[in-house]
């Protein structure tokens, strides 16, 4: 509709989120400078982008981390906005504020937006403020520990001790009674303080029987809208490994008051751009809790934009350029059920060891309601310095069955040679009567795991 | 001369020490027994230890704290 005010997009990410930055980019008539390290040289993003510039050796603390070096490139090049992915300095209020005083856009929330949601404590003290439900915890940070042993026991054990500065699962203890509770607090403390720099600690109830589910929204500093939940209750050690969109067992009420709260919690701190709402649903109870938000574009979004029909990395672009919300909650129809799984360069029978290796033969799958976000090809030799992330596979169908059935034919028409990946795992889950059932929770896959070692070692065999 | 070159069996970043703040696992001058920790190869985000195959006494790292390092490549070098 409007034409964003950005001429040219700086990408300080790498990977597939960087491709997919790059498409949105062009779409939207936007030149792409691709910013990366030295082991990125080769890259998909890199040989694909307008320009590219170095930032720095292959740590990521020299190069992706490395504020001013982005800012150089930005300036060199001529870039007029800087779009961080996720992971790196995606949340980073700081780098937010940096771009903005270097006078260049951000596409993002604002410093402060990102600061106040970063803040685990101050970020469920702003969901209940506008309503939405919390876990029942402590009320901010903890600083007395007897206290904090008196509410814990108010509450009951189990509960989960968690750093006020941690993040993606890091820092997180469980306290199954008083006494552990009275060894465990202190010693998140500390390690927070350690690893963090800031040893606040709050406490919170664990709940047995979780379901991952989260509400998209995208705001324009005024108007907000949602579209709709994903799920994301297959996780091994608190990382998604397998998204869906909508959740499949979910109420149609309840997902009525989950999507509005989440819209009502964007909007009382005024989010611009794409931000996730993340919550836990107890299946026993039908009750859903906020966990925390993330201010940036989640490696999971493609579910979202296929049961929705929208690019949202390209309206949180076209937002950052000045745009309002072109679309009204009226306008976000669903559709249909998506379904991603993350391909990882990692053994999953051999306990998931990375395995950076040269990407040799590559087919990928395609046809009706498939789609492949990925940084691969033929003959790309894989950085280590990073994380394992190869790429998303990501269907949808009609329903739920025959997105399962159009998964497993997906996966059969992937073949990529020269490394192992996580793709005999989802040919594996395939097979799993409870998945089918979608009777699953956040705890479910890793037993699921331990247990079916052999499956998974067969699938992963008829490509060796 | 080196007798004995302890080598990566992973590509990644080579660490000298458990944690930034931490001395080094071992300096040159140091003596090591097989099986102890030389350093840390990080890969894709994940940690491993590259112990020593032989005893003897630390005469050179090749790659310095934090450098990338290639599958094969030398670590350590003992005499």
């Known amino acids: 509709m409007d034409k964003s005010s950005i001429q040219k997009l700086l990408i300080a990410n790498r990977g597939e989120i960087a491709v997919r930055i790059i498409r949105a980019a062009r779409d939207l008539g936007i030149e792409t400078v691709q910013a990366h390290s030295e082991a990125d040289t080769e890259s998909r993003a890199v040989l694909m982008a307008d320009e590219a510039a170095v930032i720095g050796p292959p740590a990521a603390a020299k190069s992706y981390l490395n504020v001013e070096a982005i800012l150089k490139a930005a300036k060199d090049t001529g870039a007029d906005a800087i779009h961080p992915g996720y992971g790196f300095l995606a949340e980073n209020a700081a780098f937010a504020d940096a771009v903005a005083d270097a006078g260049l856009i951000f596409v993002g929330p604002s410093g402060d937006t990102i ?8 970020a469920r003290a702003e969901a209940k403020k506008a309503g939405v439900p919390t876990v029942p915890g402590s009320d901010g940070v903890i600083e007395d520990m007897e206290a904090a042993a008196a509410l814990a026991e108010e509450i009951g054990f189990p509960v989960m001790i968690k750093a006020a500065a941690g993040g993606g699962g890091r820092g997180i203890r469980i306290a199954h009674d008083a006494e552990e ?4 607090a202190p010693q998140a403390s500390s390690e927070a303080k350690a690893a963090f720099g800031d040893g606040g600690i709050y406490i919170e109830k664990v709940i047995e ?8 929204v995208l705001g324009d500093g005024e108007d907000v809208v949602h579209f709709y939940e994903r799920e994301c209750s297959l996780q091994r050690r608190r990382q998604k490994v397998w998204e869906e969109a909508p959740s499949a067992l979910l109420k149609e009420d309840v997902r009525r008051e989950l999507c509005s709260s989440a819209v009502a919690l964007a909007k009382a701190v005024h989010y611009k751009g794409a931000g996730t709402i993340e919550y836990l649903y107890d299946d026993e109870t039908g009750a859903f809790y906020f966990i925390e938000m993330n201010t940036r574009i989640q490696v999971e979004h493609p579910v979202t934009e296929m049961i929705c029909g929208v690019d949202l990395v390209g309206e949180m672009i076209a937002i950052a350029g000045g745009g309002k919300l072109r679309v009204s909650q009226d306008q976000i129809i669903r559709e249909g059920h998506a379904i991603e799984v993350r391909l990882n360069a990692e053994d999953p029978s051999n306990n998931f060891m990375p395995f950076p290796g040269v ?6 799958p395609d046809g009706p309601g498939v789609r492949f976000d990925h940084m691969l090809y033929p003959g790309y030799a894989i950085p ?13 169908a009609e329903d739920r069955d025959k997105a399962l059935m159009r998964l497993k034919r997906a996966l059969g028409e992937l073949k990529i040679d020269g490394l192992p990946t996580t793709a005999p795992l989802f040919e594996a889950l395939l097979e799993s009567d409870e998945l089918r059932e979608c009777a699953v929770h956040t705890r479910w896959l890793e037993p699921w795991l331990d247990k079916n070692l052999d499956l998974i070692r067969q699938k992963g065999g008829s490509d060796e | 001369m080196a007798k004995h070159e302890v080598k990566s069996p992973i590509p990644g970043t080579f660490y000298r020490k458990p944690a930034p703040d931490q001395p080094p696992y071992k300096d040159i001058g140091d003596t090591v027994a097989k099986g102890d920790t030389i350093g840390l190869v990080e890969v894709m985000k994940t940690f491993h230890e590259v112990k020593a195959d032989a005893d003897g006494t630390v005469s050179g790292f090749p790659i310095g704290d934090e450098e990338p390092v290639m599958a094969g490549q030398t670590i350590a070098e003992l005499d």
């Open chain 1, 359 to 364: 990407v040799g033969e590559l087919l990928t």
């Open chain 1, 181 to 184: 509770f009275r060894t465990l």
């Open chain 1, 115 to 122: 600061r106040l949601m970063g803040d685990k404590a101050a």
């Open chain 1, 384 to 396: 280590p310095f990073y994380d394992s992330l190869l790429g998303k596979l990501i269907v949808w």
């Open chain 1, 209 to 216: 029987r979780a379901r991952h589910i989260e509400v998209q």
